[in-house]
């Protein structure tokens, strides 16, 4: 039976949320993200595009490039919430979708031709996001979800494109490799060694080449070019989450030693995070009393994975319930409202240095363990507790008479 995927993006995100908010942007060229020299953009318009301006770059450049272009300060708060009007209308009108980041979604819709055409419907979908948010949106429909997130891509700007079934490799066939997903610049570099330009060469290599050169990924990469893709739609659930949490060996009341513990659990959570690629939009703190009453507070975020934005929320969060002046047995923190999406979101304060920091501090974790470097805040710290499983939307189990 043929699938029908929905793959849904926001068109240049921040920017458009600036312009609903500022309408004298519009047709401007704008450049999102750190104001200072040393910042990076996080989002672009159309019009600074052509000035040969991408996301990632440095501020600096950009500006060089672009001199006429408005810079603009981003504000996760304010696109963290326009993203959460978006996914209320999706999850209003379709039974089973996937947030793939702050501004992508994908939706199955596969059976409802039988009620109403699919494409009519995303098309009604499309218009109800715009007319209720004022934000441009694209869609792309097919049968699955590579091929709709090409179509998506080859719409924009704000327009839709609908691959018939049957109709994939003809669709893909004389496009860029670099248009399918996941091809990243070395991939495209090794492609480009072999000859293969276009989708179509790729759709006629020989598997056995591929698989000479980029082993099973590139048996992946041939069958996508060839418009071949089962991935599932994954449902959005609000309940995945990743955790931590410890259970002292003698209940403790040492405020300081408390707050150096949970700094040392944010900042592995966060690592986690970015090590999954993720994003989270909601921290919770538990802690539980030597006469075991447990109490938990969460607060709503903007999308981040940075532990020095975390480290605060937690510290804070942590202060505010924390009323008792009694003896402390457990605590543990929660990160929820998981999205892909990686430091983007948090470059509009952060200097390149601080990213670079993170990725230095990242692969030094990832070689010699997580442990292995950590923030001064953290120091001291021997061991967080156990960590639950990420990203399997399991709720954690407590494990309450655990030695620390
Ligand atoms: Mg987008």
Redo the contacts with the bound molecule.
């Keep these: 039976m043929n699938r029908t995927i929905l793959h849904l993006?926001?068109?240049?995100?921040f920017v458009s949320v600036e312009r609903l908010l500022d309408s004298r942007l519009q047709g401007r060229p704008i450049l999102v993200g750190g104001l200072s020299d040393r910042g990076v953009v996080a989002a672009c318009s159309y019009e600074a595009r052509t000035c040969g301006v991408h996301s990632g770059m440095p501020m600096k450049m950009a500006r060089e490039l672009c001199k006429e272009a408005i810079v603009i300060k981003g504000d996760a708060s304010v696109y963290t919430r326009y993203s959460e009007t978006v996914t209320r209308i999706i999850r209003e009108n379709v039974p089973l979708f996937e947030k793939a980041?702050i501004?992508?979604f994908y939706a199955d819709l596969s059976g409802m031709d039988r009620f109403f055409g699919t494409y009519r419907y995303a098309s009604e979908l499309r218009r109800r996001i715009i007319r209720e948010t004022g934000l441009p949106i694209s869609f792309g429909l097919s049968v699955n979800k590579v091929v709709s997130k090409v179509a998506t891509n080859e719409a924009k700007p704000n327009n839709q494109r609908l691959i018939d079934p049957g109709r994939e490799k003809t669709f893909l066939a004389p496009l860029s490799v670099r248009k399918l997903p996941m091809i990243g610049d070395s991939t495209y570099l090794t492609l480009r060694n072999l000859g293969i330009r276009r989708m179509s060469n790729l759709q006629e290599m020989p598997g056995e080449v591929l698989y000479r050169v980029l082993g099973r990924n590139g048996l992946t990469i041939r069958d996508r070019a060839n418009g071949i893709d089962m991935t599932p739609v994954i449902p959005f659930s609000e309940r995945k989450s990743i955790s931590t949490e410890r259970t002292f060996d003698r209940d403790t009341i040492d405020v300081q030693r408390l707050r150096t513990i949970l700094a040392a659990m944010t900042e592995n959570l966060a690592f986690q995070l970015r090590r999954g690629g993720k994003l989270t939009a909601c921290v919770s703190v538990t802690i539980r009393y030597s006469d075991f009453q447990t109490y938990s507070k969460q607060l709503k975020i903007p999308y981040t994975s940075a532990d020095h934005v975390l480290i605060p929320r937690v510290t804070d969060l942590f202060y505010r319930l924390y009323d008792r002046r009694m003896l402390i047995r457990l605590i543990g923190v929660k990160f929820s409202h998981l999205v892909h999406g990686n430091y983007q979101i948090d470059l509009f304060e952060d200097t390149e240095e601080t990213i670079r920091l993170y990725e230095a501090m990242d692969k030094i974790r990832l070689r010699y363990g997580d442990r292995s470097v950590t923030r001064a805040s953290a120091l001291g710290v021997k061991t967080i507790g156990r960590m639950t499983n990420p990203f399997n939307g399991q709720p954690p189990i407590i494990l309450a008479h655990r030695k620390q």
């Design positions: 993006d926001l068109d240049t995100f980041s501004d992508e």
